[in-house]
Structure formats: structure tokens, C-alpha cells
């Protein structure tokens, strides 16, 4: 941390204990609601709110939280909404949520305090989470390193902007990881079929799925920062740049002295590198936690679909109803069954009245013949003869390169298609395993056909056995 004062002793300097105190306690979903209520009232008057008007609004606030006592008040002797009301706002404006103007005229005004308006907006975001988004920001990073030209023209202007928008991009890759676990917690309290194809297909897939999610998948961001990455290295590397954002450093802050200024800008460029590594395990993160969320709602609706299928619990219904009527009996015994029509097309008994229930099929295992404990000779024989005809049958780069090595023509020669000696159906096929294995790597032969630099030539063909084969120049290397 070296000189750097702690946020401790900054904050307390700025506001009381007793500012977070009230919201840590078995009363703080009490002050959260009237405090939420209070700011909304005061957002919308130019002056302060009369102290009569704050305690009405408080006094609601607590009706509609009868169960939540505070910590003054006993079960057996419980306060009034009114005293609540009074108690509340006087502990509000002790901690310094609140303040407190006592005019002329006698009348005393209620303002919100400024860090309480900031710290009730800050719950309000972590309550009521905004849709996740990615934006090109990082995209946008990693151009602009990548592009020597874009950071020559203002290097400190251009790093102390990538810093920021890797910072917000990081930002939100974070939001996008807890959108997803939201997402995972709903899919698992849901307790009917039709809530989690809701989580599914009304949430997940419209403002996660095919949005950001398919926004990061198209960034391609492992191959841009790794070229950013380079910019980075280059611009640390490079006299002329690292003069140019000290000089820039220089005349935004004069009071510092030379080396301090080049000190600034080593550390932002490690900054701006350690963002940058930092946007890879986050994006995989989300990919695993989009992963898990899928395997997740796979298994709900699984699960669901089992024990509390709408469809299953009738069906099941209907047999039990069945079953205690007819306890005893065959359904073909019952001469006037008395059942509620089914609300399904075409119902049948598949397997009559006699019974529901189908027997499985059993089938006689049959004879399974002996093998022979050794082979003979022949039949030993007979499996390598077999052996030897899928190999040589087998049209691989082994057989290409012995059959170009057969050829009686030196290194480098050029052998026309015509003059190739294809007399059977094994010398066709060495031809064949030539064309196929043509590009690999460990071919010792390169194929040339004429017409691959000029696609309106007329095709010109050998024929050879019987089959057209377009004309082509073997080189054998």
C-alpha cells in the first residue's frame, strides 16, 4: 500500500459508525424502506421536507412493516407507528443519514444528507440489479493497442483511456458472471414447469443469452488481446513513446519532478497490462457459468417434469381414483364405468379392458456356437492374405510416394499424366493415392494441373482404362 492513506480513516473522517450501524441490525429492513422512501420524497422538492411530512411518511413505512420491531421495543409493550416514526427519524439524523433545519418561523425542514444519497442510490443498484451488457469497450481496447498509429498520435491520452474502458469492460464481464448466478438461483426455486421454462426462455435467453453472452462469444477476445498485448509490450519498449507520455505527464502535473513522472507512467502501463490478463479467466468464467446454468436448467425441468408435471399429477390422480373404486376388480368385470371424460384426442385402450398393463416380449436365447480354442494354419493363412489386400488396397501417402519412387524419371522431373503407366486397376488406384495425398507433408511428389491458373481453359482429359482423367504434371521431388 506504501504511503497511500487507509479508506478506513478517509471514510469514518466523512461519516459516523453509526452511519452503517442502523443497517447491520434485525431493525434495518425497517430504516432501508423508510430511507428509500424519505429520498424518493426529497428528490422531488427544491427545499427540505417539513419534519411533520417525514414523520407521516415514515409512519406508513412502519404500517407496512408490522412485524419488525425495534431494538428499544418489546413484544410485550410494543410502540405506536407514530413513536416508531418519531424513534426512527431521530436515530436517522443522529447516525447523519439525515439533517435537520430549525428557521424563524419556527418550522424544522429534513434534508438527506449528500453520502446517504449516494449510498441509497448504491443499494437501490445492488437490490434492483440492471440488465447485464457487454459493450465494445474492451473491443475497443484492444483496437486501439493493436494499432500503432491510433497510440502514436496521443500516447497518454490513448493508455489512460484503455485503462478506463478495460476497467469498465471488467466491470461488466463481473455483472454479466452475477446476472448468470441470479439466474441459477431462480431456475432453482422454481417450483412448477412453467416458472422455469420462464426463467429459461422469458429471462435468460432474451436479455443474457442473445445478447451479451452472444456479443462476447462474437468478440473473439483471446486472439485481439493477444495482439493488444504486443501493443503494450511494444509502447514500454519504445524511447520515443515513453518520452512523449512523460512530457505529456509533465505538463498536466508540473509540480512533480522528472523521474516521477516517468515512474507514472511505467506503473499505469503495468496497470494497463494487468487488465488485460485479467479479461480472460473472467470471460471464462461466464462461459462456465453459462455452462452450469444450462446443465442446471436441464436437470429443473427434468426434475419438475417428474414430480410436479401438471399432466402427471391428473393422470396419477385418475389411477388412484380408479384403484380405490374398483379395488378387487378386472376393468372388463365393471359392467358401467363411470369416469370423467379425458381432455385428449383419440383415447384408446391400447391393450383392450382387460388389462392396462402389456407384458414385455420374451425372446429364446439361441445357441451360441463354440469357437475354437487355436487357429489352424489355413485359417491363419487366410487372415493375412486378407491383412496384406486391405493394405495394399488402402490408398495412403506410403503407397503415393512408392509408387512416384517406382518411376523410373530422376529428381525433379516432370511426368505428364499421359505418360504415367496405368495398365491395371492397382495402377489406377496408385494414381488416385497421388491426387489425394498431393498437399501432405511428407509426400515426395507435387501435383500440377495446367487449369488451375485459368479457370475459363478447357478441361483436357486422358483416358486411361476406360475413366477420364483430367490431364496433370507429377513433379517428383
Known sequence: MGTEPLLSKDLLREVRPEFFRLLSGSSAPLYI????????????????????????????????????????????????????????????LGAGWLEEEQRADWQRLIFFDPNGVTLTHALRKMARPEAAV??????????TLASRDAVAAQPWAQVESCVANLQAGLGELRAMQKSIERHIRQQLVATTLKQSLSVLFDQFAPRFGRGCYAELVRA??????????????????????????????????????????????????????????????????????????????LARFRYLQEVAGENRSRVQLFFETLNQRLAGQRLNEVDALEIPAMRVHDVRYLAGLDSLYTPRLRRSAAEIEPLDDETSESQQGHALGQLRSAMRDSLTVGRANRFVESLPAKLGSRIHSQDLPMHTEDDLADVIA?????????????????????????????????????RFVLVKK
Do not use: W
Open 220 to 297: 473473439r477476445l483471446p486472439i485481439r488481446l493477444a495482439e493488444a498485448r504486443r501493443g503494450v509490450d511494444e509502447l514500454a519498449i519504445d524511447p520515443a513513446m515513453l518520452s512523449a507520455m512523460q512530457t505529456e505527464v509533465l505538463r498536466r502535473e508540473p509540480f512533480i519532478d522528472v523521474d516521477s513522472a516517468m515512474r507514472r507512467v511505467q506503473a499505469r502501463l503495468d496497470e494497463l497490462s494487468e487488465l488485460l490478463d485479467q479479461v480472460v479467466p473472467l470471460a471464462d468464467a461466464v462461459d462456465r457459468r453459462t455452462a452450469e446454468f444450462t446443465r442446471r436448467s
Open 434 to 470: 497421388c491426387l489425394l495425398h498431393a498437399h501432405a507433408s511428407d509426400a515426395v511428389f507435387q501435383i500440377e494441373v495446367p487449369r488451375a491458373g485459368d479457370d475459363a481453359a478447357l478441361i483436357t482429359s486422358d483416358v486411361k482404362l476406360c475413366y477420364r482423367i483430367e
Open 134 to 143: 457487454f459493450s465494445d469497450k474492451i473491443v475497443n481496447v484492444c483496437v
Open 33 to 92: 424502506d423508510v430511507l428509500d422512501a424519505l429520498e424518493v420524497a426529497a428528490s422531488h422538492v427544491n427545499g427540505g421536507l417539513p419534519r411533520d411530512e417525514a414523520l407521516s411518511i415514515a409512519e406508513s413505512v412502519i404500517e407496512s412493516h408490522g412485524e419488525v420491531i425495534l431494538e428499544d421495543e418489546s413484544a410485550a409493550e410494543p410502540f405506536s407507528a407514530r413513536e416508531k416514526a418519531r424513534l426512527l427519524l431521530d436515530r436517522l
